[in-house]
């Protein structure tokens, strides 16, 4: 059985293809021969939809564009022509920054839930993730079940359960959702101002978060990058190295298609003294590390601190430093000056520059200036994976995990005890929670693949006051999944009440603390549909 399910296309769509994606049967392929807009909103587009992102070309988006003079190309040869002009500049003088101006879009498809995060990793890049909340997981690919089959596994003893019980997981999920979206729609009925689109959209979401715990994080997903070669170089060296087989089966696809498009930068990514040098500094470090760990913390002890998100570091004169770095590009004093004058103001003087600095915030996308980079706080977290996913992605702050497994429990959403089906969602997580168990011994990398999204990982996010108010704001909206809202919602708490620093707690005036709504949804759905509304209406008045 192959990991990865092939696309079929006809002959006038590989004609098509051919001149825009350097490949038309693996799973990673870069994007070339496009204005740069039509490649994001194709990545956009992605996001939220089941279909592959070739497929989604050729169904949304090329009859909107002149194909016919992109007759002769073929992106699927690669570009010779690039290799030679920037050798001279790059490789042969290691001009390093010449390779941050140079950018690729590149789809990573057929990615389980656990490549997605170490694709994921790099600052400077940006990525666009398929949704759980917008797509049903019971939709086949190729006639199976959408989760990654790796091959090490396949291939032993427990290959055939290995299929079993995922498979099962994927009917287990396939029979909740309409049982939730029938909850839902009982519980909270259509109102008359709602289209009917808006209202199923809304139950769909609601229901596909409140199952998407059941979900195995061998669950495959679709990811669209664009980054520079230089951080494309990083993100290869790293997936290399990396302890999961999958990583490293991607990052070759992954170098086979940049270095059609841009070669040069990447030339030293499997050189012996460079690239692989340095992912062999990165393994041997790992488990030097490891193996210490292993003697400190030996498995099988308790572990009896469960909370869902500890404060572990703060400084308890932020403020008072926060004041000061707000006044320092106004100066022309020493850095040791000007907190010296700050620490013998009185509190409400202080406060009066914090006023004046924070000004008449009337939307979360006002924020304060870098001053708020002072102060910082590092959180210790742990929630179900499903929430882990949705808080990595905010990647300037610093943000380490460790290996998901189904020690610390998992998480049941309320509302599924209150539909009545905690029986059908506790078996689905005992599945997972075995097959882990038996996967372990042999596999310890890829026995992650089991647990389920909605088990519980532990994880640190340490940030500055600027990145908390970003975060907090952005994921207490009332639309946000519940799961990741109570973490943030306690990150709010924990920086007023515990390091004490009411003042910047206040600042974050859009951290909403509400308990939400019953479809969560359902503003925002009705938000879209007046902008598609309006932009139809745009658009028949200028063509009258």
């Known amino acids: 059985m192959s990991t990865y399910v092939a696309e079929e296309f006809s002959a006038d769509e590989a004609d098509v293809l051919r001149r825009y994606f350097t490949n038309l049967d693996q799973p990673v392929f870069a994007l070339v021969n496009l204005p740069e807009v039509v490649k994001g909103a194709l990545f956009a587009r992605y996001s939220r939809s089941e279909k592959s992102l070739r497929r989604l070309f050729l169904e949304e988006f090329v009859g909107e564009l002149d194909v016919s003079g992109d007759e002769t190309i073929d992106a699927t040869v690669g570009l010779r022509r690039a290799e030679e002009l920037y050798d001279r500049v790059f490789f042969e003088f290691g001009d390093d920054s010449v390779a941050q101006l140079g950018g690729v879009h590149l789809a990573c498809e057929q990615a389980s839930n656990l490549l997605t995060k170490v694709l994921e990793w790099g600052r400077m890049m940006s990525y666009l993730e398929q949704s759980t909340r917008y797509i049903a997981y019971d939709l086949r690919l190729g006639g199976r079940y959408r989760y990654y089959r790796d091959p090490e596994i396949l291939s032993s003893p427990l290959g055939a359960r290995y299929i079993s019980d995922m498979d099962r997981l994927f009917e287990n999920y396939a029979e909740m959702v309409p049982l939730m979206v029938n909850h839902f729609r009982a519980k909270t009925p259509k109102v008359e101002r709602d289209s009917d689109f808006v209202y199923r959209q809304a139950l769909a979401a609601k229901a596909f978060d409140s199952v998407r715990g059941m979900l195995p994080a061998a669950s495959l997903s679709n990811v669209g990058i664009y980054a520079s070669g230089q951080a494309y170089e990083a993100l290869l ?40 040098a340095v992912g062999a500094y990165g393994i041997d470090c790992r488990e030097r590390v490891a193996d210490i760990a292993d003697e400190l913390f030996p498995s099988g002890e308790p572990i009896d601190d469960v909370k869902l998100v500890d404060l572990t570091d703060f400084d308890p ?22 907190e010296d004058r700050v620490g013998a103001m009185t509190v409400a003087e202080r406060l009066s520059v914090l006023k004046a600095f924070v000004g008449d915030r009337s939307n979360r996308r006002h924020r304060p200036g870098r001053a708020l980079e002072r102060p910082s706080y590092r959180f210790d977290i742990l929630s179900d994976y499903g929430a882990f996913r949705d808080l990595q992605r905010h990647r300037m702050m610093t943000l380490d995990w460790q290996r998901l497994s189904t020690t610390h429990g998992y998480v049941r959403p309320p509302e599924v005890d209150a539909a009545g089906f905690t029986d059908q969602f506790d078996a689905s997580m005992n599945r997972s929670a075995a097959l882990h168990d038996a996967l372990q011994p042999a596999f310890p990398d890829q026995a992650s693949y089991a647990a389920s999204l909605a088990h519980r990982v532990r994880y ?37 009440d515990v390091a004490g620093h009411r003042a910047i707690a206040e600042m974050m005036v859009f951290v909403d603390h509400s308990s939400g709504t019953d479809l969560e949804r359902l503003d925002s759905e009705r938000r879209s549909e007046q902008k598609r509304v309006q932009a139809v209406d745009t658009s028949d008045s200028s063509i009258g």
Not at 317 to 338: H, I
């Open 237 to 276: 060296v790293r997936m290399r190295a990396h302890p999961l087989p999958e990583a490293r089966t991607y990052a070759e696809m992954m170098l086979t298609e940049l270095r059609k498009v841009i070669p040069s930068f990447l030339k030293r990514v499997d050189l012996p003294d460079r690239g692989a």
């Open 317 to 338: 004169d932020a403020e008072v430093k926060l004041v000061a770095a707000v006044l320092y590009p106004f100066t022309n004093r020493p850095d040791r000056r000007v």
């Open 460 to 496: 640190m996010m340490q940030m500055n006051a600027r990145e908390a108010m970003h975060v907090l704001e952005l994921r207490t909206s009332p639309q946000g999944h519940p799961a990741y809202r109570e973490v943030c919602q306690q990150m709010h708490t924990l920086i007023r």
